[in-house]
């Protein structure tokens, strides 16, 4: 069975405070892993795709990262405004639906 | 395109009555989703459907939910009868590839 842990459930950060949040999955074969943030009473928003190991993709202060077992979506100097919860996907091989973790909710305070 | 849009934003209802929730879709994408999401279970997909064909149902909880999509551009998904504990927050997505484009949601309260 398809599965997807993200740690933390929750991460409290002052504002310039680096971390990151991590997403371990367990697939039959990967087609993609996907990366979203949902802010409070709206839709999950699409941030990033990754498809193979090694593979990197940045946005502004944030850069998501994929090994064969977990990925990581490192923050680097948060602003209060990358408070929200970030959720993480996996597209499993031969399947046309995503697999979503429970998501860390991240409060950045100024 | 104004992205996915789903009606209404709040529903809150009577325990047994029916409750439909309405998707439009993105323009052009061929797959629509159907999920919910509670704080203890997360984002559960219930359906999707591919060029208006549902395809998988196996996440819908019971008898007494479905979902039709008669043409490209609309979707609803039915509870009926709707209990408490169907109160959650619906969300309709829709995809051209792999990238999922979600509505904005509905929060389903019944009472």
């Known amino acids: 069975e398809d599965q997807v842990t993200q740690s933390p459930e929750a991460l409290r950060l002052q504002e310039g405070e680096s971390s990151s949040l991590n997403c371990s999955y367990t697939v039959s074969g990967l087609r993609g892993l996907f990366w979203y943030r949902q802010d409070p009473g709206k839709g999950p928003e699409f941030l990033f795709t990754l498809y193979s190991a090694g593979e990197e993709k940045e946005k502004e202060r944030l850069k998501a990262t994929l090994t064969k077992k977990e990925s990581f979506l490192h923050i680097t100097a948060p602003k209060p405004e990358d408070s929200a919860t970030y959720l993480c996907?996996?597209?499993?091989?031969?399947?046309?639906?995503?697999?979503f973790g429970k998501g860390t909710m991240l409060l950045v305070s100024p | 395109d104004a992205g996915v849009i789903q009606s209404p934003r709040h529903e809150v209802t009577e325990m047994g009555q029916e409750v439909t929730l309405r998707c439009k879709p993105i323009s052009g994408h061929d797959y629509l989703f159907w999920y919910r999401q509670t704080m203890m279970r997360g984002l559960e997909l219930l359906i999707y459907?591919?060029?208006?064909?549902?395809?998988?149902d196996s996440g819908m909880p019971e008898d007494r939910f479905s979902a039709k999509m008669p043409n490209a551009s609309f979707s609803t998904l039915k509870i009926q009868p709707s209990e408490p504990r169907d109160s959650a927050v619906y969300f309709c997505a829709s995809s051209q590839q792999e990238s999922a484009f979600f509505g904005q949601g509905t929060r389903l309260t019944v009472v």
């Open positions: 996907a996996v597209h499993p091989s031969g399947y046309s639906t995503l697999t």
């Open positions: 459907f591919n060029n208006n064909v549902p395809i998988d």
